[in-house]
C-alpha cells in the first residue's frame, strides 16, 4: 500500500485542489491512502478538510509543529510500505502513484523513485519541464517508509530546508531513482517558503553546520 501524505498550513485556496489529484489516482483505492496533516490552520482550512473526510484520514493538529514535524506526524500515521509526500499547493498526474508504485515494486534494488515536475504558474498553466535528478524537490518522491524510520525521519529543528537534510541523510545509505516523465506539478505562487531568503540563508548555514560543508 502506497501512503500519500498532504501536510497544510494557511494554503485554503490551493489544498483541494491538491486532495482531488490525489484522489483521481489511477491506482487501485484500495492500494493507496491519502493523510493530510492540517499544522494548525487559521484560514479556514480545517472546514474544507471536512468536505474530504471520506476520501482522507484528516489530522487537525493543535499546535503547529512545522513542516518537517507535520511529515513526521504523517509518517507515523501511515499504513502503507511506501510513501509520497504532495504540498498542499500542488498537484500530480493521475498516473503517479501507479507508476511508482511498479517501479518500487519490480525493483527490488530500488531504494526511493522520483519523477520529473513541472513548474506551473497560479493556473496552472505549464511553465517548465524540470528534471528531478538535477533539481530535486521533497514532493513526489516515493519511498520505502521503513528506511525512512532508518534515517530518523525529518530532523523538526529545521524549519526551512528540511528536505534538503533529509535528502543528504538519505543518500549517504540508499538510493534514488528518477523517471523522467513530468508527473508532479510544483506550484510557483509569492508564499513559497522558498522565497523568504532570511529563512533560507539561515538554515543554509545550519544545514552545513549539521553536515560538516
Not at 493543535?62 to 511529515?71: D, K
Not at 498516473?95 to 493556473?123: G, M
Request: charged letters at 30%; aromatic letters at 10%; one cysteine or more.
Amino acid at each position: 500500500m502506497v501512503s500519500l501524505i498532504i501536510t497544510t498550513y494557511n494554503y485554503a485556496q490551493y489544498v483541494e485542489r491538491a486532495i482531488r489529484s490525489a484522489v483521481d489516482q489511477s491506482l487501485a483505492h484500495d492500494q493507496f491512502e491519502i493523510i493530510v496533516v492540517n499544522d494548525c490552520s487559521t484560514d479556514g482550512t480545517k472546514q474544507i478538510l471536512e468536505n474530504f473526510e471520506q476520501d482522507c484520514r484528516v489530522f487537525n493538529l493543535e499546535e503547529n509543529l512545522g513542516l518537517a514535524g507535520a511529515r513526521n506526524f504523517g509518517i507515523k500515521k501511515a499504513k502503507g510500505q511506501f510513501i509520497v509526500f504532495l504540498d498542499a499547493d500542488d498537484y500530480i498526474h493521475k498516473e503517479t502513484l501507479r507508476l511508482q508504485k511498479l517501479f518500487l515494486e519490480e525493483n527490488t534494488s530500488l531504494d526511493a523513485v522520483s519523477v520529473d515536475y513541472y513548474l506551473v504558474d497560479e493556473r496552472g498553466k505549464h511553465l517548465e519541464h524540470v528534471n528531478a535528478a538535477e533539481k530535486p524537490i521533497a514532493c513526489g518522491v516515493m519511498f520505502r517508509k521503513d528506511f525512512l524510520f532508518n534515517i530518523g525521519l525529518y530532523d523538526e529543528g529545521f524549519r526551512a530546508r528540511e528536505e534538503e537534510d533529509l535528502r543528504i541523510r538519505w543518500t549517504s545509505r540508499y538510493n534514488i531513482y528518477n523517471i523522467v516523465l513530468p508527473l508532479y506539478r510544483y506550484r510557483m505562487h509569492d508564499s513559497n517558503l522558498t522565497k523568504n531568503e532570511t529563512e533560507m540563508e539561515k538554515h543554509l548555514d545550519l544545514l552545513n553546520s549539521k553536515h560538516g560543508r
